[in-house]
């Protein structure tokens, strides 16, 4: 059941459904889940004001 969702999500994403609800100015890309990219987004949560 979650792998069809999932599934589905992808259609949607890569089908260009999701971007009509993104403000033009944020990037149409995707990068593909690294460590080094997961480390550059813990990077940044740290820099969060509290």
Partial sequence: ???DRA???QV????GGFWRL????V???YDLP????MERVL???G????
Avoid at 22 to 25: E, I, M, Q, R
Avoid at 47 to 50: K, Q, T, V
């Fill in 22 to 25: 993104v403000p033009g100015h």
């Fill in 12 to 15: 949607v994403v890569h089908g």
């Fill in 47 to 50: 820099r969060l004001p509290e």
């Fill in 34 to 37: 690294t460590r080094q990219l």
């Fill in 7 to 9: 599934a589905e999500r």
């Fill in 1 to 3: 059941m979650e792998e």
């Fill in 27 to 29: 990037p149409r890309r």
């Fill in 43 to 45: 990077h940044g949560l």
